[in-house]
Structure formats: structure tokens, C-alpha cells
């Protein structure tokens, strides 16, 4: 099984500011055809999670581009260039690549 | 506009059994292959099943493997979890989850995810 950790696993953000949270993998999460089967989750209060950026990089449909994921090998980030108020829940990473799927913990992304 | 309702969560004792629904609508549900990840209260995203577009591939989580079973009727575009045998450590909110993937490794995330379903196994 594939250990996905995250860091910081609590972050207090200020509106307007730039955000980043780390993801690393225990194994290399890239494919044959180029793609690090990465994926960014956010769950907002209450809600079920919602898909961010799959393939390490590619924003999901309708998601602003105030966020952007990238990868380093098994080090993958998701930065959010300016923090918006409804940016507020815990964010997950996923490992897609083999089953079982496996998540980070969680970073909870809060408002100072 | 795409739609996962999810149905069938409640309160049983360990031992018991229930059934999990999940009806999908505004997409071409025979196309998609579908998840099922589960969050106990107050924890992180756990993974637990999938099927493949027409039901005849499934994979589990070690942890269900022999006590749950997914299927899926596409005539109803419906997908089911079948949970027998639950155990306490089961209680969790249940997500099915939309898969655009295939076995050419053509993926774009899980991207719509039902409402959750709470199963609470308790005595």
C-alpha cells in the first residue's frame, strides 16, 4: 500500500495571501504515459469533497485558477495564489495509481 | 446536470447487514465506472470499492473484502453496496463516486460525489 503524508497538517491563512501545502508518496506515482497519478481534494464544512486537480496538474472543470498542483517526483504541491474566504475546509491528496487508493491525513486550511 | 443520490444508510448492530444505493442521473451512467470511499466521523478519506462500467470487474479494500459486494444495474443507474457481517469499525459516512477511468489509464479525477450516507454499527 502506497503511504500518502501531508504537510502542514493545519494552516492559518490571511485572505489575499498565497497558500501551499506539500504531499509526498512512498512510491513513484508516475506512469508509463507521463502522468503522476496524483489528485487534490477539498471538503468544505458539511460537504462531501470535491476534485481540485487530477494528474498532479490539470485543474478540474470549473475550479478558478487561483490553484495550481505541480510535481517533483514523489513530492507533489498544491498552491493557492491568493486565499479566498470560501477557500476554508481540509484539503486531501490522493494517490490514484494502484488500488488501494490512499489519501494524505488532511490539511486543515482555516482563516487567521 | 449531473446528480448522485445516495439512499440506505441507518443504525444496525454489529453482525448486521445493509444495503447502500447510490441513483445517478445526467450522464451516461453505463459509460463511468463507480467508487465507493467511506469517512468515519471526525477522520480521513478511506477508499472502500469499485466497479467497472458493466459490472463484471470489482476490486475492495482488504478491510470489506468478503463482507461487502458492489454492483450496479444500468438499466436503473444504480449502483449498490452490499454490506453484511458489520462490524463497529464500519460506521462511517459512505460516498459513492463518479470515474471517468478505463484500463487505458485515461483518468480525470473522481470528479461528482454523492451526498454520504451515515452507517452507524452499534450494539
Known amino acids: 500500500e502506497i503511504v500518502v503524508t501531508q504537510s502542514p497538517l493545519s494552516l492559518p491563512v490571511t485572505p489575499g495571501e498565497p497558500a501551499s501545502i506539500s504531499c509526498r508518496s512512498s512510491?513513484?506515482?508516475?506512469?508509463?504515459?507521463?502522468?503522476?497519478?496524483l489528485d487534490w481534494y477539498l471538503q468544505k464544512p458539511g460537504q462531501s469533497p470535491q476534485l481540485l486537480i487530477y494528474?498532479?496538474?490539470s485543474r478540474a472543470s470549473g475550479v478558478p485558477d487561483r490553484f495550481s498542483g505541480s510535481a517533483s517526483g514523489t513530492d507533489f504541491t498544491l498552491k493557492i495564489s491568493k486565499v479566498e474566504a470560501e477557500d476554508v475546509g481540509i484539503y486531501y491528496c490522493?494517490?490514484?495509481?494502484?488500488?488501494?487508493?490512499?489519501f494524505g491525513p488532511g490539511t486543515k486550511v482555516e482563516i487567521k | 446536470e449531473v446528480h448522485l443520490g445516495q439512499s440506505g444508510g441507518g443504525v444496525v448492530q454489529p453482525g448486521g447487514s445493509l444495503r447502500l444505493s447510490c441513483a445517478a442521473s445526467?450522464?451516461?451512467?453505463?459509460?463511468?465506472?463507480m467508487q465507493w470511499f467511506r469517512q468515519a466521523p471526525g477522520k480521513g478519506l478511506v477508499w472502500v470499492s469499485r466497479?467497472?462500467?458493466?459490472?463484471?470487474?470489482?476490486i475492495y479494500a482488504d478491510s470489506v473484502r468478503g463482507r461487502f459486494t458492489v454492483s450496479r444495474d444500468n438499466a436503473k443507474n444504480t449502483v449498490y453496496l452490499q454490506m453484511s457481517n458489520l462490524r463497529v469499525e464500519d460506521t462511517a459516512v459512505y460516498f459513492c463516486?463518479?470515474?471517468?477511468?478505463?484500463?487505458?489509464?485515461?483518468?480525470?479525477?473522481?470528479?461528482?460525489w454523492g451526498q454520504g450516507t451515515l452507517v452507524t454499527v452499534s450494539s
Open positions: 463516486v463518479r470515474d471517468r477511468g478505463d484500463y487505458n489509464w485515461n483518468y480525470d479525477g473522481f470528479d461528482y
Open positions: 445526467g450522464f451516461a451512467f453505463s459509460d463511468y465506472w
Open positions: 466497479i467497472n462500467s458493466d459490472g463484471t470487474d470489482t
Open positions: 512510491q513513484s506515482l508516475l506512469h508509463r504515459n507521463g502522468y503522476n497519478y
Open positions: 494528474l498532479g496538474s
Open positions: 490522493m494517490q490514484a495509481i494502484q488500488t488501494p487508493f490512499t
